[in-house]
């Protein structure tokens, strides 16, 4: 009697040594206060999260571990600050980035590294920001390509 409750005790604690190191090895990432931290880190390709309180919206980091030669880090737009409405449409969104292992850079520096929602709202508002840049600057443009060619430039061409 006495042989199986030990017996059952250590099998319990055998589980719960089992699931803390699963959760250790698998789920837990510690978190970062500072960019130094969260530097170092990235360029070891370790697994944390950082949040990154930027002027203009709240991101926040989570690197993941390697894959292959990538150091991969899920992205999150967090939050935009007050008075600055066109990021608030960002506000929710994530993206996953494979980068490069021993690379130091924010994540969202380098969209072409990156996959999801969010890479794909930011390429939107810089598409919307060149059209709306084309459309007030199309004066300018017109006039420029109205303008004679000069024709020694031709005759040297």
């Not at 506000?91 to 980068?99: R, Y």
């Not at 520096?109 to 794909?120: I, M, V, W, Y």
């Amino acid at each position: 009697m006495v042989k199986k409750r030990v017996l059952m005790i250590l099998l319990v604690l055998f589980i719960i040594v089992l699931i803390a190191a699963n959760y250790f090895t698998f789920f837990y990432s510690p978190k970062c206060k500072d960019f130094p931290c969260f530097e170092s880190r990235l360029k070891a390709c370790k697994r944390t999260s950082y949040l990154n309180d930027a002027r203009d919206i709240a991101w926040l980091y989570t690197i993941k571990g390697k894959s292959g030669n990538d150091c991969v880090v899920k992205v999150k737009a967090l939050q935009a600050k007050e008075g600055v409405a066109d990021v608030e449409r960002l506000e929710g969104k994530e993206m996953t980035c494979n980068l490069p292992l021993g690379l130091i850079a924010m994540p969202e520096s380098d969209p072409n590294l990156c996959t999801g929602r969010l890479k794909e709202e930011m390429q939107s508002m810089i598409i919307e920001k060149l059209h709306q840049y084309i459309l007030e600057q199309i004066g300018e443009i017109s006039a420029e390509l109205l303008k004679p060619i000069n024709s020694s430039w031709i005759r040297n061409n």
